[in-house]
Structures are given as structure tokens and as C-alpha cells.
């Protein structure tokens, strides 16, 4: 009967460790998100602010720099459409990073600390995330 509730102990243990790891893993992916989304979009923001006073400015034709502020405007389009790939690359990136460092953990720790039993449906489905994921 002790085995066993040491069992659910050790099972309780690495499903909240793992449920930590996601939770960061998520936020740190979704800090990187709104930052690149942050400089992405003022890229654009100052951009745009240039050519508009250009623009009121009269200095070029108002037709090229019409042209300039849609090409500017796709290009923002097309960086910012790449966020979320991004985002999901260093949410995976972390996850593999924790597990990394799992491996990598001296024997001496690794024998105090539970076993965590690998299981096929485990590993793969981060196997096959990652390879979507990344471009």
C-alpha cells in the first residue's frame, strides 16, 4: 500500500512540475509574441509617419510615396502574419529546453528526484508539433 501511494505521490509531483513548464513555456512565448508585435507594428508606425509628411511635404510625387506607404503596409502585413510561426517555434523551443535540462541533470539528482516514466504518447506529439512548427 506504500509503494503505491508513493507512486501517486511521484505521479502527482511530475504532473504539476510538467503543468509549470507549460505555463511558462506560455508565457514566455506570448511575451515574445507582443514584443515582436510591438516592434513589428512601430516599424510600420514610423514608417507611415514618414511618408505621410512627405506627402503633406509635397517634396516627391504624391503618387511614388502612395506606392511606398503600400509596400510599407504589406511588408507589415506579411512580418506580422509570422508572429504566431514564431510564437509556436519558442513556446516548442522551450518545452524542449526543460526537457534538456531534465536529461541533463547530475545522476546524484536524478536518483533523489522521482522517476518520470516516459511514455510514447509523450514524445511524440512534441516530435510532431515541432516539425510543423518550425519553418
Not at 509635397?58 to 511606398?68: T, W
Not at 516514466?117 to 512548427?133: E, I, L, M
Request: charged share 35%.
Amino acid at each position: 500500500m506504500a509503494s503505491n501511494e508513493g507512486k501517486r505521490e511521484e505521479d502527482l509531483r511530475n504532473l504539476l512540475t510538467d503543468a509549470v513548464e507549460v505555463q511558462l513555456a506560455t508565457l514566455r512565448a506570448g511575451i515574445g509574441f507582443w514584443s515582436e508585435w510591438i516592434e513589428k507594428t512601430t516599424e510600420f508606425v514610423q514608417s507611415a509617419s514618414r511618408i505621410l509628411s512627405e506627402i503633406n511635404s509635397e517634396e516627391q510625387s504624391a503618387r511614388d510615396l502612395v506606392l511606398e506607404l503600400v509596400d510599407a503596409s504589406r511588408a507589415s502585413a506579411r512580418a506580422l502574419t509570422e508572429i504566431p510561426r514564431h510564437t509556436a517555434t519558442r513556446f516548442i523551443e522551450e518545452l524542449d529546453r526543460f526537457d534538456a535540462e531534465k536529461a541533463s541533470a547530475p545522476k546524484s539528482a536524478r536518483a533523489s528526484a522521482p522517476k518520470k516514466r516516459k511514455t510514447a504518447a509523450r514524445s511524440a506529439p512534441r516530435a510532431r508539433r515541432a516539425g510543423r512548427a518550425k519553418p
